[in-house]
């Protein structure tokens, strides 16, 4: 999938569901739709399959921030 492709697909608010890939200090990197993004202040297990709600997606820099459902 293209980045435009997760644009048009998905938008601020949608729940998605991903796999966290890494665990950071400041939170854990979902990745959905061949695409990371990182839930703040979340602290699950790399490999889990996790739901998330987009909060914010930054299309300049292919990034999108995400939080617990």
């Given at each position: 999938m293209s980045?435009?492709?997760?644009?048009?697909?998905h938008?601020?608010?949608?729940?998605?569901e991903g796999v966290?890939?890494?665990q950071?200090?400041?939170?854990?990197?979902?990745?959905?739709?061949?695409f990371?993004?990182?839930?703040?202040q979340q602290?699950?297990?790399v490999?889990?399959?996790?739901?998330?709600?987009i909060?914010?997606i930054?299309p300049?820099?292919?990034?999108f921030?995400?939080?617990?459902i």
């Amino acid at each position: 999938m293209s980045w435009q492709d997760f644009l048009a697909r998905h938008q601020v608010g949608d729940i998605i569901e991903g796999v966290v890939t890494k665990q950071v200090p400041f939170g854990s990197f979902v990745e959905s739709d061949g695409f990371t993004g990182l839930a703040h202040q979340q602290s699950w297990p790399v490999g889990a399959r996790v739901s998330v709600k987009i909060l914010a997606i930054d299309p300049d820099k292919q990034r999108f921030s995400l939080a617990a459902i």
